[in-house]
């Protein structure tokens, strides 16, 4: 028997197994079906005969059999230019396409990403700022107290930053797994004026959304948790205004000081709207026709 090296232009044994699988599942599919192809983070490949079988973060990168690349567009479900739009599972509501499992939509989310990066920007400003006056302080031998307190202020306020920048780290899966698309914050460009929940959005709430009480508890959640993070950003902003000890006068100390009283008035202006909007839950749950109890 003459044995002849495998030739490298042909397909090797994984090759073929992957051929003919997919020869078995072309075959076995109806005629009018269409088979899609997406690799997880694992790196396995997948088959499945509807699009709307591919998890949501996976739907980016779908491939039907033929090559032809699935469009898909934010906060839509995915379709394919000739067959028109793919049809939504039973049991799943607007708010899948649209939103999380709250109904927080993509601006929602990109309000809190920016929340962020804007308190980052103002962490690291203040410590440019001690930063200097630090150094200004050590050349001019002030006394050790004042500079123990600088040098306390800049370890709180690394400490922070550090907390900071792992929110923005972390935000992507913290939306994975409210039941929303991670892209929504991973993005250059990321919008944030539109409607911050599937409520304020164009196409709803639907009838039957205003009807439930998960909506209605969903709304009043996202509201209570707006509410204690910015408590949170007034009682941090209050404990960084350095009292006035009736020294000399420092233009430094007096500019942070102004800086963060700016802040408070605008945080204290945001919580007293968001304890109004609060408020006045029961009322519009009972204008939509449901118990204000769900909200009180």
Not at 17 to 28: E, P, R, S, T
Not at 153 to 170: H, P, Y
Request: glycine residues 10%.
């Amino acid at each position: 028997m003459q044995i002849r090296a495998k030739d490298s232009r042909r397909p090797g044994v994984t090759g073929l197994f992957w051929g003919l699988l997919l020869a078995v599942l072309v075959w076995a599919a109806p005629a009018h079906a269409e088979l899609y192809r997406y690799v997880d983070e694992a790196g396995n490949v997948h088959y499945v005969e509807s699009i709307n079988k591919v998890p949501e973060q996976y739907r980016e990168q779908i491939k039907s059999i033929s090559g032809e690349k699935v469009q898909t567009y934010q906060g839509r479900t995915p379709t394919r230019g000739r067959n028109g739009p793919s049809p939504v599972p039973s049991g799943q509501s607007t708010r899948s396409a649209l939103g999380d499992n709250e109904g927080r939509t993509q601006a929602y989310w990109c309000t809190e990403l920016e929340r962020i990066r804007n308190e980052l920007a103002e962490v690291t400003k203040r410590l440019d700022t001690l930063n200097a006056r630090g150094a200004v302080n050590t050349d001019q031998a002030a006394g050790l107290k004042a500079l123990y307190e600088i040098q306390a202020e800049i370890k709180r306020l690394t400490e922070r930053q550090i907390e900071l920048q792992a929110e923005i780290d972390e935000l992507p899966n913290t939306v994975r797994k409210a039941g929303g698309n991670p892209g929504w914050v991973k993005g250059v460009r990321c919008p944030t004026d539109g409607p911050k929940t599937i409520g304020e959005a164009g196409t709803g709430p639907t009838d039957e959304q205003l009807k439930t009480r998960e909506y209605w508890e969903g709304l009043k959640k996202q509201l209570e948790e707006r509410r204690a993070k910015l408590e949170q950003s007034i009682e941090r902003a209050e404990g960084e205004i350095s009292p006035n000890t009736g020294g000399e006068f420092d233009p430094v100390v007096a500019e942070h000081n102004n800086m963060l009283r700016e802040d408070l008035d605008k945080l204290r202006a945001e919580l007293s709207q968001v304890e109004r909007e609060l408020a006045d839950l029961p009322r519009k749950a009972e204008a939509a026709g449901v118990p204000g109890s769900w909200v009180e």
